[in-house]
């Protein structure tokens, strides 16, 4: 089911990234989603960490609340590049991950860097080192907020 789910991604993937609907062009398109699909089957790269289509029901709230997190840190972020005193006070903090599985634990550290004023350095045991422009935006990642919300896009509490 995984394989023939990834195909179908990867097929309307490549008619979106192409813009051409020749017959031959969405022939090639098919050939291409079908062998790339047939690797990962051979790989076993279709596991729910390889091809988490599980997640897709929770993506549809999650997504949503993150690209209006990254919209307010990119409005403070743009407002401490634009202070004439430049107000940082560059921070490394570490956090502890309540994510089970390595898409979890991927989708919360990207999911940090994509916030604009934060950065994933490292992930080592369970644990994030993340760089933050601001001390108020260490203390906020360390509140956890942002690690609740990964955990039940993940499946958890």
Known sequence: MRAISLFGFLFVFWL?????YTPMLVAAGLVSAMLCALAALRLRMLDADGHPIHLLGRALSYYPWLLGEVIKSAYRVT????????????TMTTLKTSQV??????TYANSITMTPGTLTVGVFDGELVVHALTRADAIDLEAGDLDRRVTRFEGGR
Not at 16 to 20: D, E, F, T, V
Not at 101 to 106: E, N, R, S
């Open 16 to 20: 979106a990234l192409s813009g051409h």
């Open 101 to 106: 599985t390595a898409a979890g634990i991927a």
């Open 79 to 90: 407002k401490i590049v634009l202070h004439p005193m430049l107000p940082i006070s560059p």
